[in-house]
């Protein structure tokens, strides 16, 4: 979906809908799984990493995702260029990415983290870092490789798997030029039915 000129469009959720069930992350989950094939609870080698997280208070739950903000606090204060807008979503080069978290600090809703690197198929182990001892310089031992992750609106996908899965339908794709016209034809009514009872 190129949407050159127009507004990014971005996954919202309504909290009044959302009951906290989570299959927003697994869906969001299984769709980034590095894994060629269906993933089934016994197949899967890799742990959950969601981009989306669900956020509980006292008042409920709903989950938070990137806005795809236009002018990308995140991706103005990557040092290395690895978050570019694509398709009129905010991406995350994985490759670029050295885990810096500036991003992490940038972001205004807390949409992005640190993920894991896994080689497809292999444990944890099969990618890491050195650690470098803090007075020595000498090598200490590895700490396991994390870039930064976040959603990318599924641009891959016809549409979101987290909106295609929510089980309450509280997940929705806004368009804000199609958002905009919706509100506005809804304020005209509302309008309309005000001044036809002032003049009746």
């Not at 269906?38 to 969601?50: A, E």
């Not at 709903?62 to 398709?87: F, G, L, T, W, Y």
């Not at 959603?151 to 891959?156: A, E, G, M, P, V």
Request: hydrophobic share 40%; proline share 8%; glycine share 4%.
């Amino acid at each position: 979906m190129k949407i050159p000129y127009q507004l990014n469009p971005f996954v919202v959720a309504d909290p009044n809908k959302c009951i906290g069930c989570r299959v927003c992350e697994l869906a969001c989950s299984t769709v980034h799984a590095h894994e060629k094939k269906p993933l089934t609870v016994g197949s899967m080698k890799n742990p959950l990493q969601p981009r989306l997280y669900l956020v509980r208070t006292i008042y409920g739950s709903v989950p938070v995702q990137c806005r795809h903000c236009e002018d990308a606090p995140c991706a103005n204060a990557c040092p290395v260029s690895a978050i570019v807008q694509k398709d009129g979503a905010i991406c995350i080069n994985e490759e670029l990415c050295m885990g810096c978290k500036t991003c992490i600090l940038a972001c205004p809703f807390g949409a992005i983290t640190l993920m894991p690197v896994f080689e497809e198929g292999h444990p944890v182990q099969q990618n890491v870092a050195i650690a470098l001892d803090e007075y020595s310089n000498e090598m200490v031992g590895y700490k396991q490789l994390q870039v930064a992750g976040k959603c990318d609106r599924c641009i891959n996908l016809e549409h979101p798997a987290c909106v295609e899965n929510c089980p309450e339908h509280a997940l929705q794709l806004i368009v804000p030029e199609n958002h905009r016209d919706a509100r506005m034809q809804e304020a005209a009514l509302s309008l309309g039915f005000i001044v036809k009872d002032c003049f009746s």
